[in-house]
């Protein structure tokens, strides 16, 4: 059975303060690992695809890596607009599913 | 623009009542779902539609109900067999070359 674990799950920060999120997933054949934020009441909005094991994505202060069992989120010199919650999802070769974590809350503090 | 309409956003049922969410995308997606999130927790899946007029349960189908007649619209049923059903609701279409997910707004339900 398919899994995906994120932790920890909430995190404080302090402006300026860079942490990792992590994400761990078991999966038979990995499609992708899909990274979204999500804001209070709203959807969640995507933020990268990573592929294959050593593959690295950046945009603004995030950071996505990727091994063969777990995946990072970096931040880097948080904002206090980066607070969100932060889902990880795996999708398998077989299909369009995709198996969700349950999410990292981040709290940056000013 | 494209993308993802849920409507309504926020639906207030009295016990016993059933209530129909809304999902219509023009991404032209074959693939859609629903989800259910509750606080602090992440998506559970409820039902997925691969093409029109086929539509399989996710993990959490009890109680809900969904139609796939066009390929733009995928509505869930919340029925007053679903005995907890204030929550979140997600509706998302899938772009099969990438396997990424779009998500809708959301629509709240709250049982009074």
């Known amino acids: 059975e398919d899994q995906v674990t994120q932790s920890p799950e909430a995190l404080r920060l302090q402006e300026g303060e860079s942490s990792s999120l992590n994400c761990s997933y078991t999966?038979?054949?990995?499609?992708?690992l899909f990274w979204y934020r999500q804001d209070p009441g709203k959807g969640p909005e995507f933020l990268f695809t990573?592929?294959?094991a050593g593959e690295e994505k950046e945009k603004e202060r995030l950071k996505a890596t990727l091994t063969k069992k777990e995946s990072f989120l970096h931040i880097t010199a948080p904002k206090p607009e980066d607070s969100a919650t932060y889902l990880c999802?795996?999708?398998?070769?077989?299909?369009?599913?995709?198996?969700f974590g349950g999410g990292t809350r981040l709290m940056v503090k000013p | 623009d494209g993308g993802i309409t849920q409507s309504p956003k926020y639906l207030f049922r009295k016990e016993g009542q059933n209530v129909t969410l809304s999902c219509e995308q023009n991404?032209?997606?074959?693939?859609m779902y629903w989800y259910r999130q509750d606080p602090g927790q992440g998506l559970r899946l409820i039902y997925y539609?691969?093409?029109?007029?086929?539509?399989q349960k996710g993990d959490i189908a009890e109680g809900y109900s969904v139609s796939r007649e066009k390929k733009e619209s995928f509505p869930l049923t919340v029925t007053s067999a679903q005995k907890n059903p204030t929550a979140f609701y997600l509706c998302?279409?899938?772009?099969?070359?990438?396997?990424?997910?779009?998500f809708g707004e959301g629509s709240r339900l709250t049982v009074l």
């Open positions: 998302a279409s899938t772009d099969t070359d990438t396997g990424e997910l779009f």
């Open positions: 999966v038979s054949g990995l499609r992708g």
């Open positions: 990573l592929y294959s």
């Open positions: 999802a795996a999708g398998e070769n077989a299909g369009n599913m995709l198996t």
């Open positions: 991404l032209n997606h074959d693939a």
């Open positions: 539609s691969q093409i029109v007029n086929d539509f």
